[in-house]
């Protein structure tokens, strides 16, 4: 099924990980992609592979989310291209995980930077095209399981990411009568690069608390994004939809 058939959506952070794996789901559901990356380069080193098969399209556009001016430059590019931007993913974000009174002024900045100013800074962007839109279209917000439950040494990641649970719930009231729909997408433990550093047996011990019995790889996380993306949640805005394979808390 191609659910996003011509739908034309911009990923943030696609160079890897969950970005990536969004990126080619979207395409794989017929979509024009365009997969964002501060990293020039990134995206080519896997797109063309993916491109060769997929109904749809992916588009590497390379950006810093958190300049202004070279999201608006991004945006007006896409707009001028194809007419529209029917989906946006705010999936871009950094972490830095440490305990109370070893937290960096740097890796506070930073994360609140990316995950707070640069997903407001897109949001904005993007809304107020879709806003002109006759058909609107839908933001999700990669928030995260730690906004709604916290975690030892992740306040600072856990508190950016519940800001993103928040604007997305007062975006969704006031871009609703403009047929902009905004929802957020929270996972839980996902297999990554960046879990592969964690240390084995304390990653075990926190799978042990997932009823599903397994991290969750990136391609779930693109999925339950397809449904928020697509025409199929239609009524849908100002939700959290927690992917995490019903973790105990």
């Excluded at 806003?131 to 990669?142: K, L």
């Amino acid at each position: 099924m191609c659910l996003l058939k011509d739908k034309v959506i911009l990923v943030t952070g696609a160079g890897r990980g969950i970005g990536r794996a969004m990126a080619t789901v979207f395409a794989e559901n017929g979509a024009v992609v365009y997969a964002n990356d501060v990293r020039e380069g990134t995206v080519e080193q896997w797109c063309e592979a993916v491109n060769a098969d997929a109904p749809g399209e992916i588009r590497p556009l390379y950006f810093d989310i958190c300049s202004e001016q070279e999201a608006k430059a991004a945006v007006m590019q896409i707009k001028k291209t194809c007419g529209r931007i029917d989906g946006l993913v705010n999936n871009a974000g950094v972490e830095f995980n440490e305990l109370i009174g070893m937290i960096s002024r740097d890796h506070m900045e930073k994360m609140f930077s990316v995950n707070v100013y640069g997903t407001i800074n897109m949001l904005q962007i993007v809304s107020r095209v879709m806003a002109r839109q006759e058909t609107g279209g839908s933001i999700v917000n990669i928030a995260s399981m730690t906004a709604l439950r916290g975690n030892r040494g992740q306040l600072v990641y856990s508190a950016t990411k519940g800001a993103v649970v928040s604007l997305t719930k007062s975006a969704a009231k006031e871009l609703a009568e403009k047929k902009v729909r905004v929802n957020a997408i929270a996972p839980g433990l996902t297999n990554t690069e960046m879990m592969k550093q964690a240390d084995p047996e304390k990653l075990q011990g926190r799978i042990a608390n997932i009823c599903m019995g397994r991290l969750a790889e990136p391609e779930d996380i693109a999925k339950a994004c397809v449904f928020m993306i697509s025409d199929l949640s239609a009524y849908v805005s100002g939700q959290v939809l927690a992917v995490d394979g019903c973790t105990i808390m």
